[in-house]
């Protein structure tokens, strides 16, 4: 407990005797850790306090040693933490609205053929996730979900033009209220390895509610019908579940 205060006090750039628990729960009114991080926090934390065990035995007077291993371990701690990041807000739930399904930048616009499912030409709006953004993955409409497959694959550069199709992939077709379906397709990337998702065929979800993760820097493809309204432009940066990217 102890060595946990002493990192988020140096990540808040606070003292340590000014930091307690009642400002981390104040932190956590606005955002939580995912529980697909807590493998990683767990290796960082039992990395940081061999560290700085380590550093101390051996380098007892060293005071420039011991402030090192504190900055490493608050500097692998802040990276884990901002990484596995999930802010807690409302979704403004509206059947004819599609959401961002996750943050990012909008590095495609384009009518493309979609060919797993529709097999015919649709609107392809994509979203690139650097390391940086939060890389919670959200329903952008309500409704049934009509398909959810997994498909294994490459792991080409996220913007590569052959990662939509060959690389690691899921792909979920939700269809709404209003019998609209829209398909949306979480992509690993190079330095993504892992790529989860939560909804099953049959399953009734939320807009917004999260369907899923992807670690370490990815993209997610949104595929519309012909003639829907797209709200975003190319290079914008949107937020996921509070952006609106297109009208149906």
């Given at each position: ?10 990540f808040?750039?606070v ?10 729960n ?19 934390i ?10 101390r ?17 608050a500097?692998l ?5 901002q ?20 943050d ?9 053929e979609?060919?797993e499912?529709?097999k ?11 390391p940086?953004?939060v ?26 033009p052959?990662?939509s199709?060959?690389?690691e ?5 939700i ?20 790529i989860?998702?939560?909804?099953k065929?049959?399953q ?5 509610s999260?369907?899923?993760?992807i670690k ?14 797209i709200?975003?432009q ?15």
């Open positions: 407990m102890f060595l946990l205060n002493e990192l988020i006090a140096g808040l750039g003292g340590l005797k000014s930091f307690n628990f009642a400002t981390f104040f932190l956590t009114l606005f955002m939580k850790f995912h529980k697909e991080g807590y493998a990683s926090l767990t290796i960082v039992l990395f940081s306090a061999a560290l700085i065990a380590l550093v035995y051996f380098f007892p007077e060293v005071t420039w040693a011991h402030y090192l291993a504190y900055a490493v371990a500097f701690t802040i990276v884990i933490l990484f596995f990041r999930d802010p807690i807000f409302k979704v403004e739930v509206n059947d004819k609205y599609v959401l961002a399904p996750a990012g930048k909008v590095v495609v616009i384009e009518e493309t979609e060919n499912y529709f015919d030409k649709r609107i392809q709006v994509s979203i690139f996730m650097s940086v953004n890389h919670v993955n959200r329903n952008p409409i309500s409704g049934i979900v009509k398909y959810a497959k997994y498909h294994p694959g490459l792991y080409l550069v996220a913007w590569h052959k990662s199709t060959e690389n992939r899921t792909t979920v077709v269809e709404g209220k209003n019998k609209v379906e829209v398909l949306f397709r979480q992509i690993a990337g190079a330095m993504a390895r892992r989860v998702y939560y909804v065929e049959g009734q979800v939320t807009q917004g999260e369907m899923g993760f370490f820097g990815s993209r997610v493809d949104v595929f519309l019908p012909l003639g829907t309204k709200n975003v190319l290079d914008q940066n949107v937020k996921g579940a509070r952006t609106v990217i297109a009208e149906l």
